[in-house]
C-alpha cells in the first residue's frame, strides 16, 4: 500500500521521482539514506522520519514542523551539535519500529508557520542536514535512486515501480498498452531486441516462439553480455531470454518449439504479432493464420550484401493490420531459399536494433502512444543513402484520416 499512496500524492511522488528513498511504515513517513555530518566530522546516512495522516487514499498535509532522526547526534561540519534544528535532549526515544528508533526530534518552522506538503518538508530538513554533510563530502547526497519496490497494491507487472513513465509525467500515454498480449515469433538478431523495448511497457504477456538453441553467434546480435558459462549451458533461445527478462516483469512465456500448423492457433489470442523470422513456408502459414483472425501484426526484415569489403542493404518494417492486408502483403517475403536480397541472411547487432525499433515504434503508433500523421503501412531504410522510404495507402496519402 505505500508505493499505491506515494503515487497518489503530489509532493510524495516528487519526493520519490526525484530519487529520494521514501516510505510509508507504520503510521510514518521515512525518508532513508539521507547524509549528516557526525560528531567525528564524518559523513554518514541517517533517517528522516514524521508521522503522516491518510484518509482513504488521500494524503493529508502536515500536522506539524518537526522531523524525528535515526543516527548519531547530527552535527555542523565542526563536529559541533546541530543545535539549530536539535530541540531534544539526549534521553529522547520514539519507536518507529524495533528496528527504527529516533533518538533526536528535529524543530525547523517555516516562514509560514505550516509546510504546505511533505515535499517542502522533507526537502528543508535534508538541505539543513546535507549543507553540513557537503562541506566535509560535496559528493553526498539524498537522492540515491534506490528501486522502487511494487508492493502488490496496483496491476503493475512490473517488480519494481516504472518511475521512468512516472518521473516524466507520461503515465497516462504508457497505460495505452496495458493489458495486451503480444507474441513474438522468431528470437534471433531482431526479434531479441524487440523483446528487449516490448518487456519495458506495460503490456501484460509477452509470448516467445522459437524452437532453437542458444548458439555462440547469438550473442553477438543480442542485446546485453551472454557470459561463456551460460552458451556451454544449452538452454534454448527463449528460456534464456525468458529467465533474462523476467528480471524485469511477469507475464514473460516462453514456447520453446517453431510456429507450424499444430499450433499457429496459439497465435490467434493475441492483440498483436512480431514476426522476425526467415522461414518462407512458415511465414506464410502464420500470415494467412492473423489475417483469417484479424490479428494486426508486423514483419520485421534485413537484407544485407557486401559491396566490396562494405556492407549495403535495406532495412524493412511491413504493418498489416484490417484495412490494408492486401497491400502489406505485397510487401512481405515469403521465399525460402531462392536467390534474392535477403539470401546471405547478413545479421549485425545495430542493424537488427534498428529494425525492432522501427517495428516497435511502428506498433506504438497505432496504440496512439507517438503522433502517426503518415500512416505508413511499409517503410524501408536504404543504408547507404539514409534514406527511409514509406508506403502510404492512398486513402491516407492526403492525410485526411482522422
Known amino acids: 500500500m505505500s508505493q499505491r499512496l506515494i503515487s497518489l500524492d503530489p509532493g510524495l511522488k516528487r519526493l520519490r521521482d526525484e530519487g529520494y528513498d521514501i516510505a510509508i511504515i507504520a503510521g510514518y513517513l521515512v525518508i532513508n539514506h539521507v547524509p549528516y555530518a557526525t560528531p567525528c566530522r564524518e559523513v554518514a546516512a541517517g533517517t528522516l522520519a514524521c508521522a503522516i495522516t491518510v484518509f482513504g487514499d488521500l494524503v493529508q498535509p502536515p500536522a506539524d514542523h518537526t522531523m524525528r532522526f535515526v543516527g548519531e547526534q547530527p552535527c555542523t561540519s565542526d563536529g559541533a551539535p546541530h543545535s539549530k534544528i536539535i530541540n531534544s535532549d539526549g534521553s529522547f526515544t520514539e519507536t518507529i519500529t524495533p528496528d527504527l528508533v529516533a533518538r533526536y526530534s528535529f524543530s525547523s ?72 498480449r503480444i507474441a513474438i515469433v522468431g528470437l534471433g538478431g531482431t526479434g531479441s531486441y524487440i523483446l528487449d523495448l516490448v518487456a519495458k511497457t506495460w503490456v501484460k504477456e509477452i509470448h516467445l516462439f522459437d524452437g532453437d538453441k542458444l548458439q555462440q553467434h547469438n ?143 511502428k506498433w506504438k503508433k497505432l496504440n496512439g502512444v507517438y503522433l502517426d500523421l503518415e500512416r505508413e503501412f511499409n517503410s524501408v531504410y536504404v543504408l547507404d543513402g539514409n534514406t527511409m522510404i514509406n508506403n502510404v495507402e492512398e486513402s491516407d496519402a492526403g492525410n485526411d484520416h482522422p
Do not use: W
Open 109 to 180: 518552522k517555516p516562514p509560514s508557520g505550516q509546510y504546505s506538503d511533505f515535499y517542502e518538508k522533507v526537502t528543508t530538513y535534508v538541505a539543513i542536514l546535507g549543507t553540513e554533510a557537503h562541506a566535509l563530502d560535496p559528493s553526498a547526497t539524498a537522492k540515491v535512486f534506490r528501486p522502487c519496490l511494487n508492493d502488490g497494491s496496483d496491476d503493475s507487472v512490473f517488480h519494481y515501480i516504472d518511475t521512468a513513465s512516472s518521473r516524466t509525467g507520461i503515465n497516462a500515454v504508457s497505460r495505452k498498452l496495458l493489458g495486451q
Open 219 to 361: 550473442a553477438f546480435r543480442t542485446p546485453g553480455a551472454i557470459s561463456k558459462d551460460e552458451l556451454e549451458e544449452a538452454h534454448s533461445k527463449v528460456d534464456f531470454l525468458t529467465s533474462v527478462y523476467s528480471k524485469l516483469r511477469t507475464g514473460i512465456i516462453s514456447h520453446e518449439y517453431a510456429v507450424d500448423e499444430t499450433n499457429v492457433h496459439e497465435l490467434a489470442g493475441m492483440n498483436f504479432v512480431f514476426l522476425s523470422m526467415t522461414d518462407g513456408n512458415a511465414k506464410k502459414l502464420i500470415v494467412t493464420a492473423l489475417e483469417e483472425n484479424g490479428t494486426p501484426f508486423i514483419d520485421c526484415g534485413v537484407g544485407l550484401y557486401r559491396v566490396d569489403d562494405m556492407l549495403a542493404g535495406q532495412i524493412r518494417t511491413t504493418t498489416s493490420a484490417p484495412g490494408h492486408r492486401e497491400l502489406a502483403r505485397t510487401h512481405v517475403p515469403f521465399s525460402d531459399g531462392e536467390p534474392d536480397e535477403y539470401d546471405q541472411n547478413i545479421q549485425i547487432a545495430e542493424v537488427n536494433c534498428f529494425n525492432a525499433t522501427m517495428a516497435v515504434l
